[in-house]
């Protein structure tokens, strides 16, 4: 019975290959058609066989298996709250704190060090007002730092992270961040055709078929958390049977911290986008996941002067605000950071620049036909 069973599952598994793989074939020949007619829209794409075959694969995927939920070990998306314990979050605490005075502040990704205090982290004194939301941001790993159950690489402090503040006025209907739904992670980035021939084999660029466009892997913090269970009493030992256990505490590494002052102006999804069975990328330009949209788990509206974590593969999306509202946008994105836009980003004036054994520098509009240029760090 159990070989007939495996039999007939094996049978359905061939049958799905088999009419993916006419589906596929049905498609190349329709796109190849639509190429070398004058007359339809699609013969843009005479000439680049390449981007036809990359359309045909992302058609035939099963996009669910590029989408992580979380379970009863992982979480992509959480509150941060001030009680730490044992180098980790609790989920109880205090889940509201004040943004400071606002001062029309705008800087984005500026390199500062995660350090324990605000002058060695070499951050400009109109930020100081910011610096309990950072110290929340870092709580756990301070505490990780130098206790002999955690191992130094994985700490964040005395690294280099980025920080992003953005005040303003935003009208009604408008939003102040990015609108739609997307990952800060953008997938694959486009670079100067120059940059990938002296760069090609070194880990950090892909090169794909044809020479319209050029790509390079990019990450932008990563990020994991981990829900471990402590006991409420404290002769009762730790359990990974949550139902039995006392507290779950939020072990956090990398990722990307975010809050804002106003109530319900940004959602995310607590999920996870990870590439294709076949290494490719799910991940539209510029991180952009519109196309998911569809299949993501409802919607989470941030709430107002709440500290959230994410990964850098975590659905959100900044949202029009239902009236003219003054808002103030914090963001720490931490070490794990692939590239670094100069003419996007804000220079730390007293010379905090990024740490070139993580992260390269790239000059030039991200968003041209050109690419972005590598500096020599």
């Not at 205090?94 to 990704?109: A, L, Q, S, V």
């Not at 992270?161 to 303003?168: M, W, Y």
Request: proline fraction near 5%.
């Amino acid at each position: 019975m159990s070989s007939l069973s495996e039999s007939s599952s094996s049978c359905d598994e061939c049958n799905q290959n088999t009419s993916v793989s006419v589906f596929e074939h049905r498609l190349r020949d329709i796109l190849l058609e639509c190429a070398y007619d004058d007359n339809c829209i699609l013969s843009v794409l005479r000439g680049h066989e390449h981007l036809i075959e990359k359309i045909c694969r992302i058609a035939t995927y099963d996009v669910k298996k590029c989408l992580m939920l979380p379970d009863r070990i992982q979480l992509f998306l959480t509150e941060v709250h001030g009680r730490v314990h044992g180098g980790r979050y609790r989920k109880e605490g205090e889940h509201t704190f004040n943004f400071p005075t606002p001062t029309n502040i705008k800087i984005n990704m500026m390199p500062f060090i995660m350090s324990s205090t605000f002058k060695d982290s070499k951050l400009p004194k109109y930020l100081k007002g910011y610096w309990p939301l950072i110290e929340l941001c870092l709580s756990a790993d301070l505490y990780r730092k130098d206790h002999h159950m955690y191992r130094r690489a994985d700490n964040e402090i005395d690294k280099i992270g980025f920080l992003t503040v953005d005040e303003g006025l935003i009208d009604s209907g408008t939003t102040q961040r990015r609108p739609g739904l997307h990952t800060d992670n953008p997938g694959k980035v486009l670079v100067n055709q120059k940059i990938l021939d002296q760069n090609e084999g070194d880990g950090w660029c892909e090169k794909f078929n044809g020479s319209s466009k050029k790509y390079i892997q990019h990450h932008w913090g990563f990020g994991g958390c981990h829900l471990v269970s402590f006991p409420v009493d404290p002769e009762v030992p730790a359990y990974w049977d949550y139902e039995s256990a006392g507290e779950l505490m939020r072990f956090i590494e990398g990722g990307i911290y975010m809050a804002s002052n106003v109530e319900e102006s940004c959602e995310a999804r607590d999920c996870k986008i990870i590439e294709g069975e076949n290494g490719e990328e799910i991940i539209g330009q510029f991180g952009s996941v519109e196309h998911l949209r569809g299949i993501l788990p409802p919607p989470v509206k941030l709430k107002a002067n709440t500290m959230y974590w994410m990964t850098d593969r975590t659905p959100h999306e900044s949202l029009p605000l239902k009236s003219t509202t003054y808002r103030q946008f914090f963001r720490l994105v931490t070490s794990k950071v692939s590239l670094w836009y100069e003419d996007h980003s804000t220079k730390n004036p007293l010379g905090v620049v990024p740490d070139p054994s993580i992260t390269k520098i790239l000059k030039g509009d991200k968003f041209s036909k050109d690419g972005v240029w590598l500096l020599d760090n």
